[in-house]
């Protein structure tokens, strides 16, 4: 897969030096962004994490609970109907604040495994991830995948261990399961002291200092930790003392300290320890962020040549949505920026189809919150307004020199549904509704042949997908769609000239994309193991990342 920002090479962008000035203000505003996504498993905690981040970032004044009791309100990160009704992410977004002199670009990801294709686009806008680990369940389905596509694009993990104050495996097996799952070394920054219900705090293992574990009101203000000496934890007899220092004297003869040569090239990740719905661990866990976590550095292009940041503006886009605002039937691409500095009215080229396209209104977004942003720097996501021509994984470049970025990665569908209008007098918006949700990337568009199907079809990885797009559509564009099951549940993606291979055998169909993917479906594995023992030749991929990159199946 293609190497990511932080990845070796030799080769540098010939544009055009800016001025020693500039050059330094770019510099020193790039050097105070981080960029970073969260990636966990459904109920690992991801969303109450995020929320007290923002509260701990000063972005919110009172944290919303996931699942809120009646009066509460829902959680920031979370906009959409479906999300609010059933406590669930299922849309990604973006979420900017500033805390001290650090601009942080959050980039939620949904919080569920059925979006998980959204989950990859943002991570490729990203420069490092929070991995967050349930303390009881360790490494999960949904978790190790992610990791696969963090690893692959060489992306820094900080680790969250979540919900210490319930039972669970003991921190060192944790550590050992980490490294054996993932491969991964640990680096324990802060360490447990007791586990479950004798949670009593966490051993920082950076000044030997103790932050003791309290319990906030419903976790929904900001508390100071209680940070005391190790000599004044009071806890000399206290058996969980005894063996929290046995394991931190343990790690310390390993050498398990956090390394940031390791950390950035994605082959170690720092340890904290916490529970989230109590705010217990979240402000190390931020700290950690401004101090750890890597800025923007130069970003490869197809040619696996390195953008500088100073180059002009360039960046792409990792996310398409529309209607965040019903009353305007708007529509905002998210364009992560790579290098250069933009600024309100920026004329640039999307070097998909050549075309102009002047960034008029340009805003930070907080969720569906907006605020007009005069200028940006690279590592910020911000969110262009209007853009109707814009596609997820676009370019777009200032200059005649022509810049691309490598794709987005892309996953097989693995439910398939034909689509039905209920009523024809609709059919405008039948189609556009679809074409729209396509382009969101909330479900896949596809047809057969090149032919238009007046009962498209719908792909997707599960059925919660299919669920929103139907809501979208009454919603969002008064369409009214039955879905029909279709019997494919195994799908790779194959080159075009595969095509007349996979019509031919009969074994399975191909089913092409609006956005150029073509898929190879078939109706179980035994079916997809047949067809690729009688034509080997036919390259079947089940997550790209270039045209040439593939994870195996």
């Not at 007290?52 to 309100?73: C, D, N, P, S, T």
């Not at 197809?302 to 180059?311: S, W």
């Not at 209920?422 to 556009?432: G, I, L, V």
């Amino acid at each position: 897969m293609a190497d990511s920002p932080t990845s070796a090479a030799i080769a540098t962008d010939g544009a055009a030096e800016p001025t020693a000035a500039a050059s330094a203000d770019l510099r020193r505003e790039a050097g105070r962004r981080r960029t970073f996504a969260i990636i966990s498993h459904p109920d690992a905690g991801k969303t109450t994490l995020t929320e007290k981040l923002l509260l701990y970032g000063g972005a919110v004044h009172e944290a919303g609970a996931v699942k809120a009791r009646a009066g509460a309100r829902n959680s920031t990160s979370d906009w959409m109907q479906i999300e609010r009704e059933r406590g669930i992410s299922v849309s990604s977004t973006v979420l900017r604040f500033e805390v001290g002199d650090v601009v942080v670009n959050l980039l939620d990801t949904p919080g569920h495994q059925d979006f998980s294709e959204d989950t990859l686009r943002v991570l490729a806008a990203a420069d490092c991830a929070v991995m967050v680990i349930d303390a009881a369940k360790g490494i999960e389905q949904q978790t190790r995948r992610l990791f696969q596509v963090a690893r692959a694009r060489r992306i820094p993990i900080i680790t969250f261990v979540n919900k210490c104050d319930r039972p669970g495996v003991s921190p060192l097996e944790l550590v050992d399961h980490i490294e054996k799952e993932l491969g991964l070394r640990a680096t324990p920054v802060t360490w447990p002291v007791g586990e479950g219900q004798d949670f009593c705090g966490v051993i920082d293992r950076r000044d030997d200092s103790f932050h003791r574990f309290t319990r906030t009101a419903r976790g929904s203000s900001v508390v100071d930790d209680e940070v005391v000496s190790a000599d004044d934890v009071g806890l000399d007899e206290d058996p969980r003392w005894a063996t929290a220092r046995e394991e931190v004297d343990l790690l310390d003869a390993v050498e398990a300290d956090h390394d940031p040569e390791t950390f950035e090239a994605g082959s170690s990740t720092p340890l904290f320890f916490g529970s989230a719905v109590w705010n217990f661990g979240v402000d190390a866990l931020l700290q950690a962020l401004q101090e750890i976590a890597p800025a923007p550095t130069p970003w490869p292009t197809v040619e696996e040549v390195l953008r500088p940041l100073e180059a002009p503006f360039s960046g792409f886009v990792c996310k398409v949505q529309a209607n965040t605002d019903p009353r305007h039937r708007d529509r905002i691409a998210y364009v992560r920026i790579c290098s250069g500095r933009f600024e309100r009215g920026l004329k640039v080229l999307n070097s998909r189809n050549g075309r102009p396209f002047t960034m008029h209104h340009a805003h930070a977004v907080f969720a569906r919150e907006r605020l007009d942003l005069p200028e940006a720097w690279p590592g910020d996501v911000i969110g262009v307004v209007g853009a109707l021509d814009l596609r997820v994984g676009d370019t777009l470049h200032a200059g005649s020199t022509s810049v691309a970025f490598p794709p987005i990665p892309t996953i097989p569908p693995e439910r398939f549904v034909a689509a039905v209008n209920r009523d024809a007098r609709r059919h405008k918006q039948f189609r556009s509704g679809l074409q729209q949700l396509d382009e969101e990337g909330v479900v896949r568009l596809l047809q057969r042949g090149g032919v238009q199907d007046p009962r498209p079809i719908l792909g997707g990885v599960g059925a919660l997908q299919f669920e929103v797009a139907v809501q979208r559509m009454q919603d969002e564009f008064g369409a009214e769609i039955r879905l029909e099951s279709l019997p494919w549940s195994e799908a790779r993606l194959i080159a075009l000239e595969d095509v007349k291979t996979v019509e031919d055998d009969g074994a399975g169909v191909a089913l092409l994309g609006a956005d150029g993917a073509v898929f190879a479906a078939f109706t179980d594995g035994f079916q997809l193991r047949r067809f690729a023992k009688r034509h080997p030749d036919v390259q079947l991929r089940e997550l790209v990342n270039t045209a040439s990159d593939v994870l195996p199946a």
